[in-house]
């Protein structure tokens, strides 16, 4: 793992959140994207070089949704950045952890994911990610 690629925090309302960061941080959002895929909405802000990246449900039953409504908004996910995806998915497996996919997917932006069951990591949700070069 070469470093904590971005912190995810999952809120009820994106634009309010928005402003709320951009005066926390002193910056825009450098990027604003929905995943469909993972029903969220996105934004991400650069911080020197470390990332925080806003989710909000787009749809009541996906996994954001239901993570406020259990836990109230808050830190959903820690994302390390690694250079080979499959190779650190394959001895993570073989570490006893549990990947909740079992190859790589698209994630919010350019990144190949995946992610590890907060049961096997003390309750810290662990998304890995590698950027997809061009
Ligand atoms: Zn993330």
Redesign the pocket.
């Known amino acids: 793992m070469n470093k904590i690629e971005?912190i995810?925090i999952a809120v009820k309302n994106l634009e309010d959140s928005n402003k709320l960061f951009t005066a926390l941080l002193n910056a825009e959002p450098y990027k604003v994207e929905k995943v469909d895929s993972e029903s969220v909405s996105t934004s991400f802000f650069q911080v020197g070089e470390s990332k925080i990246?806003l989710l909000e449900a787009t749809d009541p039953n996906s996994a954001i949704a239901k993570f406020i409504e259990k836990r109230g908004e808050g830190i959903h996910?820690i994302?390390y950045d690694v250079t080979d995806i499959e190779a650190e998915m394959k001895r993570l497996a073989k570490e006893g952890f549990t990947l909740l996919n079992e190859t790589p997917k698209k994630?919010?932006d350019n990144k190949l994911?995946c992610f590890l069951h907060p049961k096997s990591t003390n309750g810290v949700l662990i998304?890995l990610?590698q950027e997809i070069s061009a």
């Open positions: 971005h995810g990246e996910h994302a994630g919010a994911v998304e990610c």
